[in-house]
């Protein structure tokens, strides 16, 4: 069993920047891919960012240049920089795990779910 909990969410102005995390509980932190997706206002829930226990990382195309992801397994948290943010970045965003490592793009295949975090940009 893997609790997620996210944290670093919050309002900010076209173009500024956050840092969301996500707390894994347990030792098998390492052994999961971890990925971040959001859910914007009547949408439905898209793929953001993932990154595998060694470190291979994944993007969205709308993200690529802008957020970076990351991991600290020593610390069993993974990160979600978050540069040059956009008003269409608003959503809520989820942390994932997944032992699935062929499909971390897959929202479907994630095993684990934190609660989320809400992210507004303001114009």
């Known amino acids: 069993q893997v609790q997620l909990v996210e944290s670093g969410g919050g309002l900010v102005q076209a173009g500024g920047s956050l840092r969301l995390s996500c707390a894994a509980s347990?030792?098998?932190?390492?052994?999961?891919?971890m990925g971040w997706f959001r859910r914007a206002p009547g949408k439905e829930r898209e793929f953001v960012a993932a990154v595998r226990g060694g470190g291979s990382t994944y993007y969205a195309d709308f993200v690529k240049g802008r957020f970076t992801i990351s991991r600290d397994n020593a610390k069993n948290t993974m990160y979600l920089q978050m540069n040059s943010l956009k008003p269409e970045d608003t959503a809520v965003y989820y942390c994932?795990?997944?032992?699935?490592?062929?499909?971390?793009?897959?929202?479907?295949?994630?095993?684990?779910w934190g609660q989320g975090t809400q992210v507004t940009v303001s114009s």
């Open positions: 994932g795990a997944t032992s699935a490592y062929n499909s971390v793009v897959n929202s479907s295949r994630y095993n684990y």
């Open positions: 347990g030792r098998t932190f390492s052994t999961y891919a």
